[in-house]
């Protein structure tokens, strides 16, 4: 499958190297946040390659909900398992659980099927910044710390109407920012189209941390970056 060079497999584990994972996140969901550069201090995982992981190996219900729990640094040795609750988890070697999935429904292993997901699924998440974060922030008045931007995935609920969703597209249909102090906690609600038609619906919630008052000069210094990133990616 497609995602065979963003990860390896060591002694039965999963590994993620920060090459590998800054490669999918520019790769394929399109996000230059520089907290997925190999060189970066607070380098982590990016969340939807592990969900990508996850649902490629498990395959894609109809019912989904996935609990991000903590950052993921590089080259942690993971194990991926369904426990007795039903439930799965990622592990690493200590016992620290970085996602939970619980499911239900219909199931699909087509890997077409899966991929044509995964992959509508994270562009959509890459254009989190700045095409959906930055004007919601203006609107509140808030802003993240300029010199360390950190926005973590909370959960993300899945619903599918069909598993024979050819060519899907994520719609943003609603998006909204509660600050709470220091701390944004943000909700991204899309719809699910395919053939012109709604095939279920992706909700996610973010947290936005360090936040303090808008400056928009140095918001468009973040972006100007962001962009940097983007077309030297492409170079």
């Known amino acids: 499958m497609f995602l065979e060079r963003y990860h390896s497999i060591q002694d039965g584990h999963v590994l993620i190297s ?7 996140a520019k790769e394929v969901a399109g ?3 520089p907290i997925h550069n190999p060189d970066a201090r607070r380098f982590c995982v990016p969340g939807d390659l592990l969900f990508a992981l996850l649902v490629s190996h498990f395959g894609l219900f109809r019912h989904m909900t996935f609990h991000f729990r ?23 070697e200590k016992g620290k659980v970085y996602i939970e999935v619980e499911r239900s429904g219909e199931c699909t292993h087509d890997e077409t099927v899966i991929e044509n997901f995964i992959r509508c699924y994270v562009a959509a998440s890459g ?4 095409h959906t974060l930055k004007p919601l922030m203006e609107s509140e008045g808030v802003m993240f710390n300029p010199d360390r931007p950190m926005i973590m995935y909370q959960s993300m609920n899945l619903t599918m109407n069909t598993l024979d969703a050819p060519s899907p597209d994520l719609k943003l249909h609603n998006a909204d920012l509660k600050p709470e102090g220091k701390r944004g906690n943000v909700s991204l609600d899309y719809r699910l189209i395919s053939d012109g038609r709604t095939a279920g619906e992706v909700s996610k919630k973010l947290v936005v941390s360090g936040l303090r008052e808008y400056d928009s000069e140095a918001m468009d210094a973040v972006v100007e970056e962001f962009y940097r990133l983007k077309n030297k990616s492409w170079d």
């Open 18 to 24: 920060a090459t590998q994972a800054s490669r999918f």
């Open 31 to 33: 996000d230059f946040n």
């Open 70 to 92: 903590s950052l993921l640094g590089e080259n942690v040795p993971l194990d991926f398992r369904e426990d007795s609750d039903g439930v799965i988890r990622v592990y690493d």
């Open 127 to 130: 254009k989190n910044f700045p």
